[in-house]
């Protein structure tokens, strides 16, 4: 065991101590979102967790809707998703709202379908619980 300012580095029973102001998880402060050009209906949006400019690389638990209105409730009229990198967990509401896993270098991209012209707003549930949201357009 060593100590360093009275602090132990010391891991008893899987449990590592951690001192004051340290932490095992990386700083996450939001998501950057990348909205790709429409195709066939489709928009493939790409979710990558940031901390400050840097891009954090670890399997993250995303909880995320589309609504028609900047951060409101799930809303599933006129969409098909498809999970294009990453792991579902579950579907909390079909073709609105979903937890998934991102992949180890902390992407995760879906992708949303609507014919016609529309306004979709993706809403991501920060890890503090406030929401992110990304307003997107489909053409008609």
Do not use: C
């Not at 073709?95 to 998934?100: D, K, L």
């Amino acid at each position: 065991m060593t100590t360093t300012g009275g602090v132990s580095n010391q891991v008893k029973h899987g449990v590592q101590e951690v001192a004051p102001g340290e932490s095992l998880v990386e700083p996450f402060e939001k998501f950057d979102v990348s909205v790709g050009d429409e195709t066939g209906n489709e928009i493939t949006l790409t979710i990558t967790k940031k901390g400050g400019s840097e891009t954090l690389e670890a399997v993250t638990r995303i909880e995320f809707w589309f609504a028609a209105t900047a951060k409101g409730a799930p809303d599933a009229s006129g969409n098909t998703y498809t999970l294009v990198t990453g792991t579902a967990v579950t579907a909390v509401t079909a073709n609105a709202h979903y937890v998934a896993l991102s992949n180890s270098s902390g992407v995760l991209a879906v992708k949303l379908g609507v014919s016609g012209a529309a306004t979709r707003h993706l809403v991501l549930v920060l890890p503090d619980g406030q929401l992110q949201n990304e307003e997107f357009d489909f053409a008609a």
